[in-house]
């Protein structure tokens, strides 16, 4: 096995006890862990390198579906054993699928670290996928598309991914569709597990009170006979640029809802930090400039927001907003006359040096989540092969200066990249 040396940050007192460490078994999975011997509780995540960018038209929403089904009995647990196993302590299993990744974790106090990873690497390595409960499934996915279809300000989200990346495997919905889940049989999951659930596109992360080698023991004890096999390589290509429209839709609805979407930057772009920072004076927390100026100046919406997501290769940047029927254009008209402000006049350093707090307070509070610093672990093992302090994203966001700010303003907040997604009211 090989093992790299521990990190030991140095953003406080309190992070001065939190060690960092990483295995790679000689399989190729790896261990990542944060000791944090000051918290009684311990989350543990076990990452798989797919989401639904891997899938194809097909069989759309299949990363998702096999999420759920995992948790309805393996070759050890029962579907109840499984529900029971960590709640029965006053821990919890969740999971979650992204465009991405998919990742199963727990969350218990320290003393059933055990308990959970023999249910997580169960529901990993050895589910059933009994028919009759495949079949029970599927109505309840769909039944979690029903329930989007019934949220707007959800759903827009899918519907603007679909109008930026266009033909982009990254254009597909989380959740697929129903004709795609409706076609789902236990072999299709068979053999995606077969194709995608690879020791070297897995990650186990833990963060907590635990000792790194108690967790390699336990991987090694779940997972260490999983033969070392080539990995299916992800399609990497870029999307493509396509003609910005503006699309309407009308649904049985009270309140319009607007997003405008565009394609932002990748997890290692150069403008990743300066987007960030412009994010977020532009649109998160109630001191932003889009939420001054349309809630609180002219009293057009009780949320508004802009967002960034950052995958490999790529992202996007988009604004929400939900307001009246009425105050559509109006709306959107502001939103852009705040782009062409940041694009034209320079940010102050007072409002520099206030957002750079706001973020980098931010994630010091998260800081006190476990499973915040689980996801951490393992999304930044997956993107970037090693673990980024906390001190070395500091840095970064403090390196960000005015120029930077605006050089990515002038280049993404123009009117003509952006498509723009309505929910309407249905005509009366």
Sequence with gaps: MNRISPQTHSTSKALLQAHYDKTVLPNGLRVVTEEIPYVRSISLGIWV?????????????????????????????????????????????????SKEHTCFYARALDAHLGTAMSVLSDMVRHPLLNPKELEKEKTVVIEELKNMED?????????????????????????????????????????Y????????????????????????????KHFGNLRPQK???????????????RKVYEKPIKQAHVCMGSIGYGVKSRQRYPLLLLNSLLGEGMSSRLFQTLR?????????????????????????????????DKSIDLIHKEFKKIRTSSVSSAELNRTKSQLKGNMMLSLESMSSRMMRLGSGELYYGTFLPLDEIVRKIDAVNVESIKAVAEKLLRPENFSTIIFKPLAS
Aim: with cysteine.
């Design 231 to 245: 990995n299916f390589r992800r399609d990497m290509h870029a999307p493509k640029a396509v003609r910005p429209e």
């Design 151 to 191: 949220d707007p300000d959800d759903l827009i989200h899918d519907y603007v991914d679909k109008q930026v990346y266009a033909k982009h495997p990254l254009a597909r919905p989380v959740i697929g569709t129903e004709e795609c889940i409706r076609n789902f049989t236990r072999e299709h999951l068979r053999s």
């Design 296 to 328: 609180e100046r002219h009293g057009l919406a009780y949320t508004i927001y802009s967002y960034t997501n950052t995958m490999t290769e790529t992202g996007n940047f988009g604004v929400y907003i939900g307001t009246d029927a009425k105050n559509i």
């Design 193 to 220: 597990i077969q194709k995608y659930y690879l020791p070297g596109r897995m990650v186990v992360a833990a963060a907590g009170n635990i000792k790194h080698e108690a967790v390699v023991d336990l991987v090694q």
């Design 49 to 97: 390198d797919v989401g639904s960018r891997d899938e194809i038209s097909t069989n759309n929403g299949i990363s998702h579906f096999l999420e759920h089904m995992v948790f309805k009995g393996t070759k050890n647990y029962t579907l109840q054993e499984i529900a029971r196993s960590l709640e029965s302590v006053g821990g919890y299993l969740n999971a979650f699928t």
